[in-house]
């Protein structure tokens, strides 16, 4: 991903990349951007450019137990939290750069119970819970309160952000959905992508991927039967 263009292309040196990364290590070196930027020694140009840009903080809910803090472009929008599948958010406050925007970010992840990062294998799991729209609220408000008391911080500013709508879940009942984690075959019908998770109806059972290991990767369309493996069952994909 070019981040001055927006724009995508295939690795030039059609490099498989690692198991736990995106992209391999000279498209890492070409993006020229790390969301981890204050842990690094120095920045790029690039990188430079975009933290001189306004960053809002905010705080993601997730499920029941599961809320973070995060940082994103201002300019962004909300995609950065619908890439990361956050079912409702607060944002905080705009700051005028993604600097001034992480002193924040790192006191409100000194706080128990607020998570920096979710990981996707995580996500997986919390989709199963159904979204109660007025517990989630209730979930960031608490936590408002407990910014406020250990760290004397006030948003004025603040504003709920509702991602679900997003989703296209349509009230579909995920308790029972399979996680296909390992599966390199994706079967079914689309019927919705929460963040990394997209979720397909395959006769009847909802199928949860994590897209992000498909990319990357050729996609090869199937004609005619093969099998996939669902847990515990066989069934051909047609």
Do not use: W
């Not at 029972?176 to 997209?198: C, Q, R």
């Not at 109806?201 to 050729?218: C, E, M, R, T």
């Amino acid at each position: 991903m070019n981040f001055e263009n927006h724009c995508g292309q295939a690795c030039p040196e059609q490099a498989i990349a690692e198991t736990k990364y995106e992209n391999c290590i000279k498209c890492r070196d070409r993006r020229g951007f790390n969301p981890a930027f204050y842990h690094a020694n120095s920045v790029l140009t690039r990188q430079e450019k975009i933290n001189q840009q306004p960053h809002f903080v905010y705080l993601a809910y997730f499920a029941p137990g599961a809320i973070k803090v995060g940082i994103s472009q201002e300019k962004r929008g909300i995609r950065r939290l619908l890439e990361q599948g956050a079912r409702l958010a607060l944002k905080l406050e705009t700051f005028t750069s993604a600097l001034i925007a992480r002193q924040y970010e790192a006191k409100i992840a000194s706080l128990s119970g607020i998570m920096e990062t979710v990981a996707a294998s995580k996500k997986l799991g919390l989709i199963k819970h159904p979204l109660d729209t007025a517990a989630a609220e209730k979930t960031l408000a608490d936590a408002l309160v407990r910014i406020h008391h250990q760290l004397g911080l006030d948003f004025p500013n603040r504003e709920f952000i509702t991602c679900e709508d997003y989703f296209h879940t349509d009230g579909r009942d995920l308790s029972s959905v399979i996680d296909m984690t390992g599966n390199s075959t994706m079967a079914g019908t689309v019927v919705s992508i929460i963040g990394p998770i997209l979720i397909t109806d395959y006769d009847g059972q909802l199928l949860a991927y994590n897209v992000k290991k498909f990319i990357g990767y050729q996609a090869q369309a199937v004609d005619g039967a093969i099998d996939i493996a669902i847990p515990s069952t066989q069934l051909a994909l047609f």
